[in-house]
């Protein structure tokens, strides 16, 4: 045997070795089965058909995940690495609109959760117009939807609420009813959706 072919032989077995030995290591998401799995690139390789766990519900191309195996070769996908920062960033108000400024009322802010949940939070008033579509504000640099997130506010106006829309291209639009008047505040504590 040849010192090339000797040598091709050991990388080989050594590859083989360390992908069948218990570890855990980080990979790469390639690509998303239909069937729980998905496909992953390791540092020794790429390796195909690896199930995942529950808790990770919405795998994406280009995650970096936590992979977990055991002697017996067995591979599973335990969860993906944090993306951004989870914690709560500020809205960029819209012209016309601003804080509500009371001393309990909490700023309007935003976040994206780790599992792809954004959420708003705050108190914003402003001159909307009666009954037509607002801008109200703009989500900050990072913080992003891919899907339209749609919920209900509470407003200044006793039973009155308003809609709130986040778009993908990061606008907040308030969907005010008849009785929804300038200088009104609407609370976003509670809209929230899925971002992915």
């Not at 390796?47 to 766990?53: A, D, I, K, T």
């Not at 055991?70 to 599973?76: H, I, K, Y």
């Not at 749609?150 to 778009?167: L, P």
């Amino acid at each position: 045997m040849t010192k090339r072919l000797a040598d091709a032989v050991e990388r080989k077995a050594s590859t083989a070795v360390k992908q069948q030995s218990a570890a855990w290591l980080l990979a790469t998401v390639s690509a998303v089965g239909t069937d729980g799995t998905v496909d992953i690139t390791t540092a020794t390789g790429p390796v195909q058909g690896v199930r995942r766990l529950r808790a990770y519900r919405q795998p994406q191309v280009g995650d970096v995940v936590k992979v977990a195996r055991n002697a017996a070769g067995n591979w599973v996908v335990v969860g993906s690495l944090a993306a951004g920062d989870p914690s709560w960033q500020p809205l960029t108000m819209a012209s016309g609109f601003s804080w509500n400024g009371g001393p309990t009322d909490p700023f309007p802010q935003c976040r994206l959760t780790d599992d792809g949940l954004l959420q708003l939070s705050g108190i914003i008033k402003g001159a909307a117009t009666s009954g037509a579509t607002t801008q109200i504000a703009t989500l900050p640099a990072g913080v992003s939807t891919s899907l339209w997130i749609r919920g209900v506010a509470m407003t200044s106006i006793v039973a009155n609420h308003a809609g709130v829309g986040i778009s993908p291209a990061g606008a907040v639009n308030i969907y005010p009813t008849t009785t929804h008047t300038a200088s009104t505040w609407v609370q976003l504590d509670g809209v929230m959706g899925r971002s992915r």
